[in-house]
Every structure is written in structure tokens, then in C-alpha cells.
């Protein structure tokens, strides 16, 4: 009977895993797309693949870290490669190669990181979408 109620909570956990894996790659794939579209360059494949997953202590605790690769050409002819870095369910960097991270150029322009015709909020702060937490209810 043990053994059963803990296959079940196993086999829920991965099921939760793999979801928010899931979702943090969509996310990515939004990110990378928009990183192209303000520079003007061409998102290749147009998809994204994780890189490398790791664990980070936030002050809101324990949180995946995973970078995403991506493809991109600039000319049509010449493919380069940047990736994307989400801290949790944040963005935490834009690279496109031979470039500064976007949240960089960010911070000396004081601009907005992506044109204002995608749907991703101005700033380095990105929430994936789905259920929104107020600031109120933090423990």
C-alpha cells in the first residue's frame, strides 16, 4: 500500500516536472523570438534547446536555472547562437553572439529590451503566464 501511494506522489512530481519544463521552454522560445525581432534578425528552426539545468538559492528560495540555446542569422547565409537564461519563472539574460546581453544594453539606454508590438512586458522581469501571485500573498 506504501509502496503504491509513493509510485503515485513519484509519478505526480514528474508529471509537475516535466510541465514546468514545459512551459519555461516556451517561454524561451518567446524570448529568443522577440531578442530576434528587435535586432532584426532571423530566429532559426524557430525553436530553442536546454542547455544546462541547475539549482540556484534565491531570496524566494530554491530555483531552477536553465539556459536555452538558439539559433539565429543575421543575413540569411550565416547562422550564430545565442541563449536564453530563465532564473525560475524570470528571465534572467538575453545573448546574441558578439553582443552585450540585452538586460546590459538595457541598463546604459534605459530602454525598453523589445519593441512594443510583442507581447512581452517591457523589462528584465518576465512571469510566465497562468496563475499571477500578488505581492500580498508571500508568506
Known sequence: MIATLFAILLLGLIIIFWMNAARAREFAVGISRAACNRERYQLLDDSVYLQRVGLRWTTSGLRFRRMYRFDYS???????????????NQLEAVHLQGRHTIEQEMQKSHS???PPET???????????????RHSDKP
Open 74 to 88: 543575421a543575413n540569411g547565409s550565416l547562422r550564430d547562437s545565442g541563449y536564453v537564461l530563465l532564473l525560475g
Open 112 to 114: 525598453e529590451p523589445f
Open 119 to 133: 507581447d512581452i512586458p517591457a523589462g528584465n522581469v518576465i512571469p510566465f503566464p497562468g496563475k499571477q501571485r
